[in-house]
């Protein structure tokens, strides 16, 4: 059988000669082909990978097909390593290529005449906003058709005497409005963070990237396994001195705990936990927390659509690393410690596991039930 080693010194074989977007596409197919047969385990198929990244499955079908050029952003190459558990020997030459494919994909466009910049226009040759004339064809020198020849209007010429592109002083206007739009945005989104603490079951908390407040997941009792989200709720009960099973299932000794921890914070009872509770449970979490808020951490890291965070208990320098990277991610401050504001964002981007948990692989019993 083919070793990994030996795979990947094949593709850079078959790539030499080919240009970095080429090359990465054959590296990222690699790693993926890969996946389940060196370095163990089962190969996710493309659907589920896509939903871990959060990207469409036609945008990494394209990433991932050595046919064509790969344009894979240097995220989405080091989600895949991660997800993909690929050698660690190969991540840098993935994002040497991933760096190479973006400056020829710039080189491109700027010789198909869609990407090159515009020249800086001067004060000295602004007008009063009068788009250019433009040169009829046939004409004697220095006569010109203007491009509003109902406006009457003067010409537009740039210091060195040329008539400049009818189109550079919209395509300026354009991008001002593009930038001043972008940071209202920004704005809207930072002012949208209400105050979790005065927040009902299910209201709006922190602001998502699109402006749409995120909202705290609601959990209740039920015999479906609830996975990441039931866990950390689990952990964080643990964290306050309950002896709850971190199990992923909302039983009866998880809603004993809710019901008490509700009374103690003269919170409404019933149970469930929602915007009024979960602000409650969480701790802010860095150096030196306790092993329980850690490990409710980590659950939700590793399973935020990056993969890869070990739940260790331990606040970790890799643990800093896949917290930043997260609050980066989302439009969060890169802190690397956790505030009510990422355990809300981290809770809400929680997505189905690819795989059985290994809580369910490692017990050959049948799964519990919320009688049990």
């Excluded at 790693?31 to 060196?38: F, K, V």
């Excluded at 990244?53 to 390593?81: E, F, M």
């Excluded at 700027?110 to 009068?130: F, H, I, K, L």
């Excluded at 355990?343 to 997505?351: D, F």
């Amino acid at each position: 059988m083919t070793t990994g080693r030996h795979m990947a010194q094949e593709r850079g074989g078959q790539g030499r000669g080919q240009s970095a977007g080429a090359q990465l596409a054959l590296l990222l197919r690699g790693w993926w082909e890969e996946a389940g047969t060196s370095r163990g385990g089962a190969r996710p198929t493309q659907q589920a990978l896509a939903a871990r990244l959060g990207i469409d499955q036609t945008t990494l079908s394209r990433y991932l097909n050595p046919k064509h050029v790969s344009t894979a952003p240097l995220r989405v190459v080091d989600l895949l390593h991660v997800q993909l558990r690929a050698p660690a020997t190969e991540l840098e030459q993935a994002r040497a290529l991933c760096r190479g494919a973006l400056r020829e994909n710039g080189r491109q466009r700027a010789a198909e005449g869609d990407g090159e910049p515009a020249a800086p226009v001067s004060t000295a040759d602004e007008s009063d906003g009068t788009p250019a004339p433009r040169a009829t064809p046939g004409a004697a020198p220095g006569t010109e058709e203007s491009a509003t020849p109902d406006t009457g209007a003067a010409h537009d010429r740039s210091a060195s005497g040329r008539p400049r592109s009818r189109w550079l002083r919209p395509a300026l206007v354009g991008a001002a409005m593009v930038v001043a739009f972008s940071a209202g945005m920004v704005a809207h989104e930072r002012l949208s963070i209400q105050d979790h603490r005065d927040t009902a079951d299910g209201a709006a908390g922190a602001a998502s990237t699109s402006g749409t407040p995120y909202e705290w997941p609601l959990l209740r009792m039920g015999e479906e396994d609830q996975f990441t989200r039931a866990r950390a709720l689990q952990y964080l009960l643990k964290a306050h001195g309950y002896k709850v099973r971190a199990d992923g299932f909302f039983r009866q000794d998880t809603w004993d705990a809710v019901m008490d921890f509700q009374q103690r914070k003269d919170l409404p009872a019933d149970g469930k936990v929602g915007g009024q509770t979960w602000p409650e449970l969480v701790k802010e979490v860095g150096p030196g927390s306790g092993t329980f808020e850690v490990r409710a951490l980590q659950e939700l890291l590793d399973n935020a659509g990056q993969g890869g965070t070990a739940v260790s208990g331990r606040f970790t320098a890799e643990t800093i690393k896949d917290l930043r990277f997260f609050q980066r991610t989302y439009g969060l401050p890169a802190t690397g410690r956790a505030s009510a504001e990422t355990w809300l964002a981290l809770l809400v981007k929680q997505l189905p596991p690819v795989k059985a948990p290994g809580y369910q692989r490692a017990a050959p019993s049948p799964l519990p039930s919320a009688s049990v």
